[in-house]
């Protein structure tokens, strides 16, 4: 499963409530999903809108990547953007949800290395078809991969797809989340799924407001990605109700909708592709708190260097300049210190034994300006759109 959904026809498919959380009929959903991306797209070209698609070009690392992967692989990938952290994660367990043809999985499994693992869940026998038989495509280009698993099962029910509660170092999704009937149900699987410091790190559609009954009803609308879109402040009010407590974005860009007859039922809404980053930590607070910590970004090994050699990103506000001490909020200041994976890249000075009041997040935190070049981002883009 990813970025594309279903048959244009509007019988089957029935919101349950305004938000668009969840849907009447899931057996209608998933039967939507499994037909429009086993067998009515062929390839992302048969697209309608640009929300399956990426508009930034890749950063260099990903690039050589995406290079030694096999081609009916790609062709098949219909995702809105790739949320991988390229650095610091060898060894570790890698989790995709709608992982389709596998191309995020075989990107991943490149860079945890053999120590680690990754595993893929989609509901879709055609993608998982397709992710399976170019295993050993991979093996024999690259060579060092880690182990690759692709599970047929739902991602609104990971523990019965066979995933373990607190086994996941990172989970990531491109452009799936939206597509689900049931997305609180997703959104808490992730959790219980995650390690603590662990993290969600994902791509997917959201819109500017709440979409009327029709257009989410609208399966040509749902198939490609927007009709299932969530209210960005709904999904927020979500993710902290289920204990992300501090959802931080990464990148935004909006989405082109092509075809007149879509541009004219969803009137003025504006639809964008936007990364967020869910940590899964027990410190969090539901403000941004000033304890006078300080994060210095030092870099190191498992690829730290070679992809985040000048500054690390850790969201659209927070751009940490190597070895340059940063003022953060204590909310920041766990995201970087244990248990979270990327404490052994940051040394953080200070600890909450005295409280200075509230933190002003408005402007940022960061060493330097928000923007920053293509080497040294996290991802293939980077925008001043985030919250912290």
Not at 156 to 176: F, M, Q, R, Y
Not at 289 to 308: F, S
């Amino acid at each position: 499963m990813s970025c594309c959904g279903g048959k244009n026809s509007q019988s089957t498919l029935t919101p349950k409530n305004q938000s668009g959380l969840q849907y009447q009929s899931s057996n209608a959903v998933y039967q939507s999903v499994q037909e429009y991306y086993g067998k009515v797209l062929n390839t992302s070209k048969d697209l309608k809108t640009s929300a399956c698609t990426s508009s930034s070009s890749p950063h260099p690392i990903m690039k050589a990547l995406l290079s030694k992967i096999p081609d009916e692989v790609l062709s098949k990938y219909y995702g809105c953007g790739s949320p991988l952290p390229l650095g610091g994660i060898q060894g570790r367990t890698v989790l995709d949800l709608g992982s389709g043809s596998g191309r995020d999985v075989y990107l991943a499994s490149m860079l945890v290395g053999k120590s680690g693992k990754c595993i893929g869940v989609d509901m879709t026998e055609e993608q998982l078809e397709v992710a399976r038989r170019n295993v050993d495509k991979l093996k024999e280009v690259f060579g060092d991969v880690a182990t690759m698993e692709f599970k047929k099962g739902f991602i609104e029910n990971l523990k019965e797809a066979g995933i373990e509660e607190n086994s996941i170092d990172i989970i990531i999704s491109n452009c799936v989340v939206n597509l689900s009937p049931d997305k609180t149900a997703v959104l808490s699987g992730v959790y219980n799924s995650l390690k603590f410091g662990g993290e969600f790190i994902f791509s997917d559609v959201y819109c500017d407001r709440r979409l009327s009954s029709d257009v989410r009803s609208d399966e040509l609308l749902f198939g490609e990605c927007i009709a299932g879109a969530l209210y960005i402040n709904d999904f927020i009010a979500l993710c902290k109700k289920i204990g992300f407590s501090d959802p931080r974005e990464v990148t935004r860009s909006e989405i082109k909708i092509h075809d007149f007859k879509l541009k004219e039922l969803l009137g003025n809404a504006k639809f964008y592709s936007i990364t967020y980053r869910l940590f899964k930590l027990d410190d969090l607070e539901p403000q941004c708190e000033d304890y006078g910590q300080v994060a210095i970004y030092r870099g190191g090994p498992n690829g730290m260097d070679e992809a985040y050699k000048h500054a690390y990103v850790l969201d659209g506000k927070h751009v940490f300049e190597r070895n340059r001490p940063v003022l953060v909020c204590g909310n920041t200041a766990s995201m970087l210190s244990k248990p979270s994976w990327l404490a052994p890249y940051f040394e953080i000075i200070g600890d909450r034994s005295v409280h200075y009041g509230m933190f002003d997040c408005s402007k940022g935190s960061s060493s330097q300006s928000s923007t920053c070049s293509d080497t040294d981002c996290n991802s293939s883009s980077c925008s001043s759109s985030s919250c912290c």
